[in-house]
C-alpha cells in the first residue's frame, strides 16, 4: 500500500518549456488535488477532481491543466513554465467519508523553472 | 469563516510531552478540528481530528474545551522526529466545492535533545 506517490521528485525546467507531474494513489479515494507550496507560505490550491473523469479550477489554476482520465491518476501540466511556478507541489487525496475531511499528501515534486 | 491562532514556535525537550495549543472562536457546531504536522521538505501529514469529544490515536491526543473555542494537542512523549509544523484547522471548503483544507501558518515545534 504506497498511498500516494508524485513522480518526478525533482524536475528543472527552462522558462518555455512543459512537463507533466503524476500523481497516484492506491486508496481508491474520489477526490484528489495538487497544490503548490512557495517558501514561508501555506499551501495553495491549483486544482481539483471529484472523481474520475472530472476536474475543476482552485484558487491559483493560471498556467496549469489537469486532467483525471483514471480514477488513481491526476497529472498536473505546465505548457510553458514560467519562473513564477518554481515551487514544491503536493498531490493530495480526500478519504470519503460522510462529514469529516481526511486529506493524505504525497512526498511532494520540487520544481525549479529557471 | 472559522479560523485558527496558533503560536509560531515551541520547544519541547525530548521524552516530555508537548502541548500545542489553538484558538478557533469562531468554530461553527458542526466544523471538525484537524491536525496535521509538516516534516522539513515532506507533503502534511494527517494526525488527529475530533468534534466534541477529546480524541486518542497513536500518534497523539486532542483536547477540546466544552465550548469548542479552542483545542490542544499533545504528544505524550516527543521524540526528535516529532520537529514538525503543527497546523491546526477547522476551515474546509463548502459542500459541494472542492472541500479543501486551508493551511494557516501553524506552530514551528523543536524538539530538543
Known amino acids: 500500500n504506497a498511498g500516494v506517490t508524485q513522480t518526478p521528485k525533482f524536475r528543472v525546467l527552462k522558462t518555455g518549456q512543459s512537463m507533466t507531474l503524476l500523481c497516484a494513489q492506491d486508496?481508491?479515494?474520489?477526490?484528489m488535488y495538487w497544490y503548490r507550496q512557495d517558501p514561508g507560505m501555506g499551501l495553495r490550491l491549483i486544482h481539483y477532481s471529484v472523481g474520475e473523469g472530472t476536474t475543476a479550477k482552485g484558487e491559483v489554476p493560471d498556467g496549469y491543466n489537469v486532467s483525471r482520465l483514471k480514477k488513481q491518476n491526476f497529472l498536473l501540466g505546465l505548457e510553458s513554465a514560467a519562473p513564477s511556478q518554481t515551487s514544491v507541489y503536493f498531490c493530495a487525496t480526500r478519504k470519503n467519508t460522510a462529514g469529516v475531511n481526511t486529506q493524505y499528501f504525497g512526498p511532494g515534486t520540487r520544481l525549479t523553472v529557471l | 469563516d472559522a479560523k485558527t491562532t496558533q503560536p509560531t514556535s515551541m520547544d519541547c525537550a525530548e521524552g516530555r510531552a508537548a502541548n500545542l495549543p489553538c484558538n478557533h472562536s469562531t468554530i461553527s457546531g458542526n466544523e471538525y478540528v484537524y491536525w496535521y504536522r509538516q516534516i522539513h521538505s515532506q507533503g502534511p501529514q494527517y494526525i488527529i481530528h475530533g468534534l466534541k469529544n477529546n480524541e486518542t490515536n497513536e500518534m497523539a491526543s486532542l483536547i477540546i474545551t466544552e465550548d469548542r473555542k479552542s483545542s490542544t494537542l499533545i504528544l505524550p512523549h516527543a521524540t526528535l522526529r516529532d520537529t514538525a509544523v503543527y497546523y491546526c484547522?477547522?476551515?474546509?471548503?463548502?459542500?459541494?466545492?472542492?472541500?479543501?483544507?486551508?493551511f494557516g501558518s501553524g506552530t514551528q515545534l523543536t524538539v530538543l535533545p
Open positions: 486508496m481508491n479515494h474520489e477526490y
Open positions: 484547522i477547522v476551515r474546509e471548503g463548502a459542500k459541494g466545492s472542492a472541500r479543501q483544507l486551508t
